[in-house]
């Protein structure tokens, strides 16, 4: 990287991202053969060497992860090295306190391995339930992560069950759609972790939006992108994916952010990336020249798709694609 653009070094070993990384992002699990499954995917990103798996919270849907920290707990327990996070832990639906003493928790279970994506959430159902007025939503983010800072920093001054294992706490990026999120995150210097169904011209205009807000410290924050990626050589297994991907959003959008209506109303080629090996290779770094990514979160689950040909396409991308991508931009 040029000497104007210096690379936040102690942010990127606390992540653990000292070069182009690749994860991935598992949905909802609710049937005993469903997390069978998650334990399955969860295996094979530690077995192909992946940084980390993440998963999302939502409710009140089909196909939705209502507990992350509970079931990303278990994963810990069953691997050594591979990093487990959040991409979007609702902060206004929890008491702060709890929450941070959950994170704590397993921050220490996973012997540091925790990474936290936040967010406030956007459905009007989900709100409703958890009793929060969308308008207080971003003052009770803001009020509940001021809240788990102070008691973290207390704990891990007294060495109470407060403590966390990483210091001063695990890494924290924001999930965030529009100006207002991206804001929320600017003002902390928290990275902004971009949602899988954002265009590449949507990230790059938030990402312009984001640096405008941080703090003048000269030091580029990390970037973290979210994409659905499909590798195969079968040209029916790649419109197999093409349209199960197009589905996927069918009848979904009420009470969605305005962002991710356009997103939606886009082509679906400019929120997935789907192809042979060789497209795929030269749309991953087209779309890292243009986002500059640190870390690449990948969904590998696709509805409808058998299950032999997602693993073979997760398989592809991280032995035959990824490394190519991770020498040509150390090179850069």
């Known amino acids: 990287m040029s000497a104007i653009d210096p690379r936040p070094v102690a942010a990127q070993?606390?992540?653990?991202?000292?070069?182009?990384?690749?994860?991935?992002?598992?949905?909802?699990?609710?049937?005993?053969?469903?997390?069978?499954?998650?334990?399955?995917?969860?295996?094979?990103?530690e077995s192909l060497d992946l940084h980390s798996v993440w998963l999302p919270e939502m409710h009140f849907a089909p196909g939705v992860c209502p507990t992350p920290l509970i079931e990303l707990a278990g994963h810990a327990a069953a691997t050594r090295r591979l990093r487990l996070g959040t991409t979007s832990l609702l902060l206004p639906l929890h008491p702060p306190a709890s929450l941070a003493s959950e994170i704590a928790t397993l921050d220490r279970l996973s012997e540091g391995r925790l990474l936290l994506g936040l967010g406030r959430g956007f459905q009007p159902r989900m709100l409703a339930a958890f009793r929060v007025p969308p308008a207080e939503k971003r003052d009770r983010f803001d009020e509940a992560l001021d809240r788990m800072l102070a008691l973290w920093a207390e704990g891990n001054d007294s060495k109470s069950a407060l403590a966390t294992l990483q210091r001063p706490h695990p890494p924290l990026a924001v999930a965030a759609f529009g100006p207002k999120g991206l804001a929320q995150a600017a003002r902390r210097g928290l990275p902004y972790l971009a949602s899988p169904v954002e265009t590449l011209e949507q990230i790059e205009a938030n990402q312009r939006r984001h640096r405008s807000g941080l703090p003048a410290t000269g030091v580029r924050v990390l970037s973290i992108v979210m994409r659905s990626v499909f590798v195969s050589e079968d040209a029916g297994e790649?419109?197999?994916a093409r349209e199960a991907l197009a589905r996927e959003f069918a009848g979904r959008r009420p009470g969605m952010p305005a962002a991710i209506h356009d997103a939606l109303d886009a082509p679906l080629d400019?929120?997935?990336?789907?192809?042979?090996?060789?497209?795929?290779?030269?749309?991953?770094?087209?779309?890292?020249?243009?986002?500059?990514?640190?870390?690449?979160?990948?969904?590998?689950?696709?509805?409808?798709?058998?299950?032999?040909a997602l693993e073979r396409s997760l398989e592809r991308l991280a032995t035959e694609i990824w490394p190519v991508l991770e020498e040509t931009s150390g090179n850069a």
Request: aromatic share 6%; charged share 25%; no cysteine.
């Open 13 to 45: 070993r606390a992540w653990g991202l000292e070069r182009p990384s690749l994860g991935i992002s598992l949905g909802g699990a609710h049937a005993v053969d469903q997390f069978a499954r998650h334990r399955e995917w969860v295996a094979r990103a």
């Open 270 to 308: 400019e929120r997935v990336v789907i192809g042979n090996a060789t497209e795929v290779r030269s749309r991953l770094a087209e779309i890292h020249r243009r986002l500059d990514f640190d870390l690449l979160i990948v969904r590998p689950q696709i509805g409808g798709l058998a299950s032999s």
């Open 238 to 240: 790649r419109a197999n």
